[in-house]
């Protein structure tokens, strides 16, 4: 995995970054697979996730605050 630096602020994200959009709600309701995703992203060297709280009403952070509560040191979530 490649990584940049983010602006001046000394952290480095991965040039891929993992979006949650379609964790939750209708698109994705299955919290198991959403975090295996999630894990398998962050076991690959991503550690960037894009989420917000307008993603599937909330749900979305929900299940990304549960898959990433043991390995919240590894990722820098970009929250809009």
């Keep these: 995995m490649r990584y940049r630096d983010l602006a001046d602020t000394g952290v480095q994200v991965s040039n891929l970054c993992l979006g949650t959009m379609m964790f939750g709600g209708s698109n994705n309701a299955d919290r198991d697979d959403c ?43 970009l929250r809009r």
């Design 35 to 77: 975090s295996r995703i999630i894990n398998a992203a962050i076991d690959a060297g991503i550690n960037f996730l894009d989420t917000a709280d307008v993603y599937s009403r909330g749900e979305s952070e929900e299940i990304v605050g549960a898959a990433i509560r043991d390995r919240r040191d590894e990722v820098v979530p």
